[in-house]
T-cell receptor, first 113, second 112 residues
Framework: DADVTQTPRNRITKTGKRIMLECSQTKGHDRMYWYRQDPGLGLRLIYYSFDVKDINKGEISDGYSVSRQAQAKFSLSLESAIPNQTALYFC????????????FGPGTRLTVL | QKEVEQDPGPLSVPEGAIVSLNCTYSNSAFQYFMWYRQYSRKGPELLMYTYSSGNKEDGRFTAQVDKSSKYISLFIRDSQPSDSATYLCAMSVVNQGGKLIFGQGTELSVKP
């Protein structure tokens, strides 16, 4: 089935460690997004990519970096994790043009100790 | 002030009740108005969307947009325990690459 997958689903790490969260999609969509979700704050956009060569910062990009390795793969890195990056992270994809419904992955729960 | 405000609840109602969920916003350029539903330990899924003003109905769900008041609503009729989830409103500006601005989400519990 066409799908958006994220790995790992859960991760506990320590302050200062480098972490990579991975997203893959089989929907054939050009656009991919990374969000974080915190209680009481909803979903906030970290980075988004319109295609392999087009990457843009979102609302809260500080402390994060991304890599679009292929149309189907979009990775999020925390170069030096800190406790306030503890959150639920979602990857999403959408088509280009018109109303572009975003399809979300199952999320990665990250805890930084 | 956040661009999109939503009461986080939680909201608890008995089965069969009419549920009203609401969001206010400040950016008059928003043209697409969406409601996403998120079950526990899952990613959000699009429930309904509206372009510009007006109402849209889909089964037991009705979405309303009042651009003059910068206010959107989602009504759920004959609520069911399976409707228990977090409901997130989201909005976007046309031609801004599909960037969505989300509300905080309202946690709804429908009791049998």
């Amino acid at each position: 089935d066409a799908d958006v997958t994220q790995t790992p689903r859960n991760r506990i790490t320590k302050t200062g460690k480098r972490i990579m969260l991975e997203c893959s999609q089989t929907k054939g969509h050009d656009r991919m997004y990374w969000y974080r979700q915190d209680p009481g704050l909803g979903l906030r956009l970290i980075y988004y990519s319109f295609d392999v060569k087009d990457i843009n910062k979102g609302e809260i990009s500080d402390g994060y970096s991304v890599s679009r390795q292929a149309q189907a793969k979009f990775s999020l890195s925390l170069e030096s994790a800190i406790p306030n990056q503890t959150a639920l992270y979602f990857c999403a994809t959408s088509r280009t043009g018109g109303f572009n419904e975003q399809f979300f992955g199952p999320g990665t729960r990250l805890t930084v100790l | 002030q956040k661009e999109v405000e939503q009461d986080p609840g939680p909201l608890s109602v008995p089965e069969g009740a009419i549920v009203s969920l609401n969001c206010t916003y400040s950016n008059s350029a928003f043209q697409y108005f969406m409601w996403y539903r998120q079950y526990s330990r899952k990613g959000p899924e699009l429930l309904m969307y509206t372009y510009s003003s007006g109402n849209k109905e889909d089964g037991r769900f009705t979405a309303q947009v009042d651009k003059s008041s910068k206010y959107i609503s989602l009504f759920i009729r004959d609520s069911q325990p399976s409707d228990s989830a977090t409901y997130l409103c989201a909005m976007s500006v046309v031609n801004q690459g599909g960037k969505l601005i989300f509300g905080q989400g309202t946690e709804l519990s429908v009791k049998p």
